[in-house]
């Protein structure tokens, strides 16, 4: 199935897929913005730690609200739950021009923490969704990869029209441009007619989930304080996936990728603005007004590299994953080994376009991992625990994440950002290993 036929065929999953396009749109035009301003308002030998600060901020969240998240997902109606948060994170958002006028680190960071705890809601609601928009392994793999692929396509707009705003216009454009994709994308979703629950029992076991016993679906027992049915809902969810091993070896590598992605996305910004600067000088009068802002120009460069290559790989996650449902592990474990071979390259890459381009050839396989994975996880898993599932997979890979971002921002400012860049290659490499060692335990099967 093309993305063509999905879109032309299923008008629910296109309101939901167009809401996904102009919100992440506007977060990585924001991101641009944001990034530029804590660099220069850090000072020297403060930017790893000012730059790993922020990623914790905006990540810690999806680990403390990730299990609400997900209990609350599978207990409310979810298009209630997508247009909340859309409505609330256009509100946040405007808090950056706040921080940008008043020149404070302090307000980007709780911005940053408010937004993301929102977005831990409904990224869990829009995942947890996918399944009861499109029928049938083909139209989810397809729906899969075309979210990877519009993630990557994003990335890749909104890094360029970041930068070129931010200079053009200024932050303050930026920022309450942000704002208004959350409310373009509320209305979009606000149109879907399909119900985005499926209504099933636990008994009711999707395609590969067979050796899961049933469990109690979100709801509980009755006469339940609020309190002790959320921890035993989400306990629920938790048992869930331990009971499936292929579902427990998924969440056990994940984390090991969150380790070693973790370090990735708190130095990606560093390396772009040291190679902008270093590009800048090298290149002379002959870049005109970027000269002026080398920061702004290195960070969009290696962002935008990473959005291209997510829009190249989609095509080849669709093709390597579009083989038998029990062939996706053995892809999945390739993919993440070459994941870490890539990020070990870029911290060796001395250019910005050489950087550009070793992440231009990251992303292209990333894009193969993470359809895989997203697909194997959707396969089996009952609608009834989706919620919790994907929220507590969210939870464990941010809490990976963000121990790893407090460490390397750290371990940047005293050892440089080169050898903390390779050492989290070389753990994204052991956790791919590990999959296939855990997978074989499991009995090879996913």
């Avoid at 979810?78 to 609330?88: E, F, M, N």
């Avoid at 390396?271 to 290195?298: C, I, K």
């Avoid at 898993?381 to 963000?402: C, H, I, K, P, Q």
């Avoid at 921002?409 to 050492?423: E, F, P, S």
Wanted: positive net charge.
């Amino acid at each position: 199935m093309t993305y063509r036929e999905l879109l032309a065929g299923n008008a629910d999953f296109r309101r939901l897929w167009a809401g996904q396009v102009v919100s992440e749109v506007g977060d990585w035009l924001n991101n641009i913005a944001v990034l530029a301003l804590v660099i220069q308002l850090a000072g020297d030998g403060r930017v790893g730690l000012a730059v790993a600060a922020y990623a914790i901020a905006r990540h810690l969240p999806l680990f403390l609200f990730g299990p609400v998240a997900g209990v609350v997902v599978d207990r409310a109606d979810r298009r209630r739950v997508l247009i909340a948060a859309d409505v609330a994170r256009a509100v946040l958002a405007l808090g950056f021009l706040l921080a940008n006028r008043g020149a404070s680190l302090a307000v980007i960071y709780f911005v940053g923490a408010a937004l993301f705890s929102v977005s831990a809601f409904f990224n869990a609601a829009k995942r947890a969704s996918i399944p009861n928009l499109v029928g049938g392994m083909e139209e989810l793999l397809a729906a899969n990869s075309l979210s990877a692929s519009t993630t990557a396509a994003t990335i890749a707009v909104g890094s360029a029209l970041g930068g070129v705003v931010a200079t053009a216009l200024g932050r303050d454009t930026v920022f309450v441009l942000n704002a208004l994709t959350f409310l373009a994308s509320a209305v979009m979703v606000r149109r879907i007619v399909k119900p985005l629950s499926s209504g099933r029992g636990a008994g009711d076991v999707r395609d590969g989930a067979q050796d899961t016993p049933p469990l109690r679906p979100a709801g509980g027992a009755a006469g339940r304080s609020p309190l002790a049915a959320y921890f035993g809902d989400f306990r629920e969810g938790l048992r869930y996936v331990g009971r499936d091993r292929v579902l427990a070896a998924v969440f056990v590598v994940a984390a090991g990728w969150g380790l070693g992605n973790g370090a990735a996305r708190s130095l990606y910004s560093i390396f772009g603005a040291q190679l902008g600067e270093r590009a800048a000088a090298g290149w002379g009068a002959s870049v005109g007004a970027l000269a002026e802002r080398p920061t702004d120009f290195g960070i969009s460069v290696l962002f935008v590299a990473m959005g291209l290559g997510g829009v190249l790989g989609a095509p080849l996650a669709r093709r390597f994953n579009s083989g038998a449902v029990d062939g996706l592990g053995a892809r999945m474990g390739r993919s993440l080994v070459l994941d870490g071979c890539g990020l070990l390259a870029f911290s060796l890459t001395p250019s910005l376009l050489g950087a550009a381009a070793v992440l231009v050839a990251r992303e292209m396989n990333f894009a193969i991992w993470w359809t895989a994975q997203q697909t194997l996880l959707m396969r089996r898993t009952e609608d009834a625990f989706a919620g919790r599932v994907f929220a507590s997979y969210e939870t464990l890979t941010t809490l990976a994440m963000v121990g790893s971002m407090l460490v390397s921002g750290v371990a940047a400012d005293r050892v440089g950002i080169h050898a903390v860049a390779a050492c989290a290659g070389g753990v994204v490499i052991l956790s791919g290993l590990l999959w296939f060692v855990l997978r074989r335990r499991g009995g090879g099967t996913g």
